[in-house]
């Protein structure tokens, strides 16, 4: 079913489908196709369409430009540092072979990036060949919306086949897989969420900072509520705030957000209310936004704070880190599994219906997210968890550490997270639902509304962001 995009969008025009799939993934080939420029040959004989192994005999490639839209300067770091090919003309150019390379970074905030890729794509059809987007990134939140549509091309069409993507994540492809269980998308990472501590406090309080030891203080909801308890009296906060824990929350829903064009509260939704009203008027946890100052107090020892639910880019990446006198700078965070497995965002790359290199962007997309060396030096050199099993489980089992987690290798952690993860149950909703239902549940947390008041607030929320969907 096709419904037009809603949300406020420019595109207003742009059709997506609202049901999820998470059926196989697209092609049905075995045969091994080249991974890698160098493996294809020069980039100039990689783009020919004459790809030993691939499953799709693409046209010549004829675009003088590469246009990439994105919303940061990770994916263009990515390419900068590992693929071969690629040379740095300045903070927005680049070169692959004769191809000019142009990323067009718009920040997310308010939108920006979504409205601006959103307009540009209903001019797709109609756009000179060298201004047309050629590939473009998208985040877990609003996958759906550009998946489900004509925008995207589905990656059997570029030749990629379930053969190459076999090491790979598969919530990772359920993420990007449209209402007709065809995949839309790729990623070079995996984002799976493990529950960072702090190993002072762990020894403090817990008696040791091991992470299997930690673990058994948090390994289900009311084992972890009991030891929040006994942070609170100890003179720490179990973590900076509620929304710390909502993700692995509503990552374990057993229904969406939405059925039968009806908004749902998943039981398990209900719980992280509960749950977090309790540790509030404990005071064992806030209410401050993620990302406010009052969160961030907590990277350092004085917020005294004992953990923080993440995938490896918050803690590498987004908590102080670099920062003298953080927890962080001096190796005093510590990984376990937690409650319930995770994950928090992730990139991918997709394929824009229409570009004119087809066989380029297909080339990056498998030297980016299925190389092996590729994989490891992303591990490496970023910190970063990759999108590749056989990778993760050889650097799991080496010497491979992280400086920030006290020296911990903590592959093995993330993967135990990830493994069980069940996203049938995503939506193209979620962004909305999500955010409006944190919103409105502060004011009930914070005491300035009953449970009663703060869902009429939401539900008043939805109706208007969502005209079409009935409430209770």
């Given at each position: 079913m096709k419904?037009?995009?809603?949300?406020?969008?420019?595109?207003?025009?742009?059709?997506?489908?609202?049901?999820?799939?998470?059926?196989?993934?697209a092609?049905?080939?075995?045969?091994?196709?080249?991974?890698?420029?160098d493996?294809a040959g020069?980039?100039?004989e990689?783009t020919?369409?004459?790809d030993?192994?691939?499953?799709v005999?693409?046209p010549?490639d004829?675009?003088?430009?590469?246009?990439?839209?994105c919303?940061n300067?990770?994916?263009?770091?990515?390419?900068?540092?590992h693929?071969?090919?690629y040379?740095?003309?300045?903070?927005?150019?680049?070169?692959?072979?004769?191809?000019?390379?142009?990323?067009?970074i718009?920040?997310?905030?308010?939108?920006?990036?979504?409205?601006?890729?959103?307009e540009t794509?209903?001019?797709?059809?109609?756009a000179?060949?060298?201004?047309?987007?050629?590939?473009?990134?998208?985040?877990?939140?609003?996958?759906?919306?550009?998946?489900?549509s004509?925008?995207?091309?589905?990656?059997?069409?570029?030749?990629?086949?379930?053969?190459?993507?076999?090491?790979?994540?598969?919530?990772?492809?359920?993420?990007?897989t449209d209402?007709?269980?065809t995949?839309?998308?790729?990623?070079?990472?995996?984002c799976?969420g493990?529950?960072?501590?702090?190993?002072?406090?762990?020894k403090e309080?817990?008696?040791?900072?091991?992470?299997?030891?930690?673990?058994?203080?948090?390994?289900?909801?009311?084992?972890?509520?009991?030891?929040?308890?006994?942070?609170k009296?100890?003179?720490?906060k179990?973590?900076?705030?509620v929304?710390?824990?909502?993700?692995?929350?509503?990552?374990?829903v057993?229904?969406?957000?939405?059925?039968?064009?009806k908004?749902?509260i998943?039981?398990?939704?209900?719980?992280?209310?509960?749950?977090?009203?309790?540790?509030?008027?404990a005071?064992?946890?806030?209410?401050q936004?993620?990302?406010s100052?009052?969160?961030?107090?907590?990277?350092?020892?004085?917020?005294?704070?004992?953990?923080?639910f993440?995938?490896?880019w918050?803690?590498?990446f987004?908590m102080?880190?670099?920062?003298?006198?953080?927890?962080g700078y001096?190796?005093?965070?510590?990984?376990?599994e937690?409650?319930?497995?995770?994950?928090?965002?992730?990139?991918?790359?997709?394929?824009?219906?229409?570009?004119?290199?087809?066989?380029?962007?297909?080339?990056?997309?498998?030297?980016?997210t299925?190389?092996?060396?590729?994989?490891?030096?992303?591990?490496?050199k970023?910190?970063?968890?990759?999108?590749?099993?056989?990778?993760?489980?050889?650097?799991?089992?080496?010497d491979?550490s992280?400086k920030?987690?006290?020296?911990?290798?903590?592959?093995?952690?993330?993967?135990?997270?990830?493994?069980?993860?069940?996203?049938?149950?995503?939506?193209?909703y979620?962004?909305?639902?999500?955010?409006e239902?944190?919103g409105?549940?502060?004011?009930?947390?914070?005491?300035n509304?009953t449970?009663e008041?703060?869902?009429?607030?939401?539900?008043?929320?939805?109706?208007?962001?969502?005209?079409?969907l009935?409430?209770?």
């Amino acid at each position: 079913m096709k419904k037009k995009m809603v949300s406020g969008l420019l595109a207003a025009t742009m059709v997506a489908s609202l049901l999820f799939g998470c059926g196989n993934d697209a092609g049905s080939e075995t045969t091994e196709a080249p991974t890698t420029a160098d493996e294809a040959g020069d980039t100039e004989e990689a783009t020919e369409g004459t790809d030993e192994g691939s499953s799709v005999d693409l046209p010549e490639d004829t675009g003088k430009v590469l246009n990439i839209y994105c919303w940061n300067e990770e994916f263009k770091t990515r390419i900068t540092d590992h693929y071969a090919d690629y040379e740095e003309v300045d903070a927005t150019t680049g070169k692959i072979g004769d191809v000019e390379v142009h990323w067009n970074i718009t920040p997310s905030d308010d939108n920006a990036y979504q409205n601006n890729l959103d307009e540009t794509l209903l001019k797709q059809e109609s756009a000179a060949d060298d201004d047309k987007i050629d590939m473009f990134l998208i985040e877990a939140d609003y996958a759906l919306k550009y998946v489900d549509s004509d925008y995207t091309m589905p990656i059997s069409d570029l030749g990629i086949t379930d053969a190459d993507l076999s090491k790979q994540y598969q919530y990772t492809k359920d993420v990007v897989t449209d209402s007709n269980g065809t995949l839309k998308g790729v990623s070079w990472q995996g984002c799976p969420g493990v529950l960072f501590y702090n190993r002072e406090a762990a020894k403090e309080v817990l008696g040791s900072d091991d992470p299997d030891e930690v673990q058994a203080y948090v390994k289900d909801w009311a084992t972890f509520n009991e030891t929040a308890n006994t942070m609170k009296e100890k003179g720490y906060k179990m973590t900076a705030t509620v929304n710390d824990s909502y993700r692995v929350y509503s990552n374990n829903v057993s229904t969406p957000w939405v059925v039968d064009g009806k908004v749902t509260i998943d039981n398990n939704i209900k719980q992280w209310v509960d749950d977090s009203k309790a540790l509030v008027d404990a005071g064992a946890t806030g209410t401050q936004e993620l990302w406010s100052d009052d969160w961030k107090k907590g990277f350092f020892p004085d917020g005294k704070v004992f953990c923080y639910f993440g995938p490896a880019w918050l803690v590498n990446f987004s908590m102080s880190a670099d920062v003298e006198g953080s927890i962080g700078y001096n190796g005093g965070w510590g990984a376990t599994e937690g409650p319930q497995g995770f994950f928090w965002g992730g990139t991918w790359a997709a394929a824009a219906t229409g570009t004119d290199n087809a066989n380029l962007v297909r080339d990056i997309i498998l030297t980016m997210t299925t190389d092996d060396a590729v994989m490891k030096e992303i591990i490496e050199k970023d910190d970063d968890f990759v999108n590749n099993q056989t990778v993760i489980e050889e650097m799991a089992n080496s010497d491979y550490s992280s400086k920030i987690l006290g020296g911990q290798n903590p592959l093995g952690k993330y993967s135990a997270g990830v493994a069980g993860l069940d996203l049938s149950n995503l939506s193209a909703y979620d962004q909305g639902c999500n955010e409006e239902f944190q919103g409105a549940m502060k004011n009930y947390f914070d005491g300035n509304a009953t449970y009663e008041e703060a869902l009429d607030q939401f539900y008043k929320a939805i109706q208007e962001k969502y005209p079409e969907l009935t409430v209770e």
